[in-house]
């Protein structure tokens, strides 16, 4: 900074001011007397703009503010902190500890804590509710006696906590309910705190983790967070707007009613955990009064009503520590937000030489071979991540890694009812088919089905509406689509599963397969009937019947289909991996256009 005085300044009075100036403006400063075209004094900035005491450190003030700060992460009234070791659960600060790289499962009830684990960037709205409780609160009334250490009127944070944090090397947005508080329930801050968090990952485009236990929402303050714009219902506008934009998952640690239960079926993934979760619509109480039903919660909402009956639940977990484990892999083949590619890994050679996929495939489409076997001689080793084990067994849904490229496989599952697709097994892969195209994972159907099941149980199950999402959302995925005909492909099995109709980048065909209407036995029982049934010699009806079905194979043969150019290639068993490694790569950045529409209409 140059400066320029009077002609009549002295040297000393130049050098005063050039000093006093740089330690003010703490910049250097150059000071000329008159017009002169050199400095009479120059001075730099001292090291420290004013003089620092050592001594100096935290206030009262400071050292308040932290004993708040401890208060608050100690959770709910100390009672309900000691029965959660009874319940099989974490603390939830323990649990953030456990997920984001602290020293988890280590702190008892009541212990202090810093609440500093290794991966959490921080925590939002810590002092949230801080006036209606803490003895400290500015509006405490001086007779108020409550010194707020176990009072059953506690509630830290509001009982919801929200923050970020590193997972697996992921920053994600996190939600947590402390069940010691008012049993994790919802109120007026905890919801702002909840949505702000929803909104924030709309902007930042980073995943989302529900840790839930929340026992729904505080009734007797519903006034003030229930019905509002901004109250709870907005939760679920929310969900809607990060469906398929950012990964939402879900964790449950407890029973999670009414309002409570919808964040984990909004998610994309819900984990339950075998023991302690539950969700349901209302309470056995509500239940009881409503239908006058008696039941348990865990028959009326527990994992294995979730995971076998109604499909909300993805995984099971055996505990906390397992739920984790999931998540750590389930999140490993999604990206962090729509438009963005999966995470590839290096590749790893298959659990099971591809060269037996031709002896596991038996030569009779009725007999029946694992389809978890196929993908074990296909799927990179350790990669196979199935979702929804128990619920529509007749469809193999899964993540895996094709040279170590993320994949979503859709397989028809004969063991279970000859792979028949039943209306839950529809469902589950309308769903799947829907998520793997919104988060930009590539498809490989592998068709071994005698089509959709028949019979009046299945059309009151709505197997043509369910049957009908499954077909759509092959239809509408945009990502890039593998078929691989195992075997047979009857009916409109073949539609469903990626058949030629439905732009897959390819349709592979094994030496096994077959595609038709329907199998040989049905063909010739509705073609031939009437002509066999003419037949009286016993054994010249059979030998017409087999000759009659030996035709109708040739004309279904996949070597007929390949001829006619119905699908693209026959491989030899042994070599589908790397075909299909070679194809998956070669379209990996494929273009598709969808009609110009607001959206279709089936859901």
Known sequence: MKVHVGAAATPEEAEAIAKSLAEHLGVDVDVHVGDAAEPAASAEPPETAYPLDDDLGPTDRERALQAEIDDILEGGPEKYRERIPEQGKLFVRDRLDLWFGGEGGTRGAGDATDGDSAGLHFEDGKFAAFDDWHPNAPNRDADDERDGSDSGDRLPADGLLTGAAEFEGRDVHFMANDFTVKAGSMAAKGVEKFLRMQQRALKTGKPVLYLMDSSGGRIDQQTGFFANREGIGKYYYNHSMLSGAVPQICVL??????????????????????????????????????????????????????????????????????????????????????????PQRETKPPKLPPEGIDELIPESPNRAYDARDLLDRIADAE??????????????????????????????QPTARSGAIFPDAAEKAAEFIWTCDAYEIPLLYLCDTPGFMAGSGVEKDAILEKGKKMIYATSS????????????????????????????????????????????EAAINAVYARKLAEIDDPEERAETEARLREEYREDIDVHRMASEVVIDEIVPPSTLREELAARFAFYEDVEKDLPDKKHGTVL
């Open 477 to 520: 995925a945009t990502v890039p689509k593998q078929t691989v005909v195992v075997r047979k492909a009857y009916g409109a099995g073949i539609y469903a599963m990626g058949g030629p109709a439905y732009d897959p980048e390819s349709v592979i065909g094994l030496p096994s397969g077959e595609i038709a209407i329907m199998g040989p």
């Open 383 to 412: 990669s196979v991540f199935e979702l929804k084990e128990g619920y529509g067994p007749e469809i193999v849904t899964a993540f895996c890694r094709i040279d170590g490229r993320p994949v979503g496989v859709v397989a028809n």
């Open 253 to 342: 640690y407890g029973p999670c009613i009414a309002g409570a239960a919808y964040t984990p079926v909004f998610a994309d993934f819900t984990v339950m955990v075998e023991g302690m979760s539950a969700m349901a619509i209302a309470s056995p109480r509500m239940v009881k009064m409503v239908t006058g039903e008696e039941i348990e919660m865990a028959e009326l909402g527990g994992p294995r009503v979730h995971a076998e009956e109604s499909g909300s639940a993805d995984l099971v977990a055996r505990d906390e520590e397992h739920a984790r484990e999931l998540v750590a892999d389930l999140i490993g083949y999604l990206p962090d937000r729509a438009g963005e590619k999966p």
